[in-house]
């Protein structure tokens, strides 16, 4: 199973003014003050901790942690607060319920959008110039837009893999429930040698991979086509003569 550590919260934030701003006027002053209640899932619903915190100007003040059971004051006037609250029968039965009233049911529900949430990457390879030495560049194995973050990405050259000389970034979120990584070969590519980039992700079915190979070089692919171009001139004018004497003889005898 996947470790899921979501953090399904009720984010109140509320931010009081010193001052009604008037136009032009500076702020005497921000309060802000934050409740926020997390849900931590480990190994899905198999472990489920609840965590509810308060904060004052990015001071946390006091907190409650369902495996402790109780409020818990993280400064002196957080120690009031809790003291307070901890006497509340009412409110920290509701507190101790949070787990399996609040968490449990907000996994179960999103489930299928969350928990279950597939997105296969899209796999391509770049030849990027390397700026500290000369020559063809290095080749670069860019998987993007994928989701949940796990990928294993792997180099090959001639279908053997090169498990080391690889330049890996962290696999990026791009804060829109989708993920990136780059992979990068360290040696420049060689010609006639076909590099291949296989990614496995839980949203494939099987490996994905793309290839790569030096393209032909344009000045040896130029000559090539002009030594072609000749070679088929001679032809056409060998064939041409050919016919031209044929039937000069031809003529000549039937005359
Ligand atoms: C995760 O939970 C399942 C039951 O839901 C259990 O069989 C499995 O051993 C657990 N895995 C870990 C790593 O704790």
Known sequence: MERVRGAGAVLAVLVVLGAPPAAGEELSGVFQEIGKSECHFINGTERVRYVDRYIYNREQYVHF???????????????????????????????????????????????????????????????????????????????????????????????????????????????DWSCQVLVLLESPPRREVTYSCQVEHVSLEHPLSRHWEMPPDTVRSKILVGVGGFVLGLVFLALGLGFYLWEKIKGGSSA
């Open 65 to 175: 942690d369902s495996d402790v059971g109780v409020y818990v004051g993280d400064t002196p006037y957080g120690e009031i607060q809790a003291r307070y609250w901890n006497s509340l029968q009412e409110w920290m039965e509701h507190k101790r319920g949070q787990v399996d009233n609040y968490c449990r049911p907000n996994y179960e529900g999103s489930t299928p959008f969350i928990v279950n949430r597939r997105v296969p990457p899209s796999v391509s390879i770049s030849l990027v110039p390397s700026s500290s030495q000369p020559g063809p560049g290095r080749l670069l194995c860019s998987v993007m837009d994928f989701y949940p973050a796990p990928v294993q990405v792997r180099w090959f050259q001639d279908g053997q893999e090169l498990p080391e000389h690889m330049v890996v970034t962290d696999v990026v979120p791009n804060g």
